[in-house]
């Protein structure tokens, strides 16, 4: 698939896209696996399309936009909406989502390589030339039930 050059965003999202598009990781993360997170979306002003969800336990996943923990193809039809993980080991972890408005699978870009569909990152992080590090979209999941509210821009 091609990005435009020079689209930090545009790359991450087109390449969170491909990730939530791939099959949901199988089962729980192990013996200690007792957390859960329940992520909300806030923003979905349109409701048609799909939100592409991924989420991510190390740095290095994150970055490469490889081997999310989960993927997520929910339908934007409800408006403003969650979604409960159960069965994630305590620890740091982070969500690249967007709004895939014409539900084409991929995200839409005007001319610049600037995103024209609602996207979003855990802890609401933003950057001003691509997508947030690590550091700025992560969160701890402890045992028992965690939240987060992503709001859709």
């Given at each position: ?38 992520v ?21 996943a994150y ?11 929910l ?10 993980v ?15 408005r ?11 390589g ?21 550091r ?6 402890k ?11």
């Amino acid at each position: 698939m091609a990005v435009p050059e020079g689209g930090g965003v545009s790359r991450a999202l087109t390449l969170a896209v491909l990730l939530a598009l791939a099959p949901v990781a199988a089962g729980a993360q192990g013996e200690d696996a007792d957390g859960s997170l329940t992520v909300a979306f806030d923003g979905i002003s349109k409701r048609e399309g799909v939100v592409l969800i991924a989420l991510f336990d190390t740095k290095p996943a994150y970055d490469a936009n490889t081997a999310p923990v989960r993927t997520f193809n929910l339908p934007a039809s409800g408006g403003n909406f969650s979604v409960t993980v159960a069965g994630l080991r305590p620890g740091l972890y982070a969500v690249k989502s967007f709004h895939d408005r014409d539900a084409n699978g991929k995200m839409n870009f005007n001319p610049l390589g600037m995103p024209l569909e609602p996207y979003g990152f855990s802890n609401n992080a933003r950057a001003p030339f691509g997508p947030p590090s690590w550091r700025r979209a992560a969160f701890e999941v402890k045992p028992g039930g965690n939240g987060q509210t992503i709001r859709l821009r």
